[in-house]
């Protein structure tokens, strides 16, 4: 169970690494990704288990959803101030 959520985790936080770049204007991609990234942390925070060693099972799919919520905000910001990812 340990090692398919490690592997959940992974592929997860790998999407998060996606490399955008600006496609219309001249602005910063790097500017967007704060901004969004902080708009998306506004919009869907990131719930954190109560046991920060190990979540309890009644909180992985909080804690998954929460994860993919945050992620969707932060792609659709990207894609509205015009960046595409590579």
């Given at each position: 169970?340990k090692?398919l959520?490690?592997l959940i985790?992974?592929?997860?936080?790998?999407?998060?690494a996606t490399e955008?770049?600006k496609?219309?204007?001249?602005?910063?991609?790097?500017?967007?990704r704060r901004y969004?990234?902080a708009?998306?942390?506004?919009?869907?925070p990131?719930?954190l288990?109560?046991?920060?060693?190990?979540?309890?099972?009644?909180e992985?799919v909080?804690?998954?959803?929460?994860?993919?919520?945050?992620?969707?905000?932060?792609?659709?910001?990207?894609?509205?101030?015009?960046?595409?990812p590579?």
């Amino acid at each position: 169970m340990k090692k398919l959520l490690g592997l959940i985790f992974f592929f997860l936080l790998s999407s998060c690494a996606t490399e955008w770049e600006k496609s219309t204007s001249s602005n910063s991609v790097n500017q967007d990704r704060r901004y969004c990234k902080a708009m998306a942390n506004a919009a869907a925070p990131t719930y954190l288990c109560r046991n920060p060693l190990m979540c309890a099972p009644d909180e992985t799919v909080k804690v998954l959803d929460t994860m993919v919520r945050n992620n969707s905000y932060f792609e659709k910001c990207m894609f509205e101030k015009g960046n595409v990812p590579k």
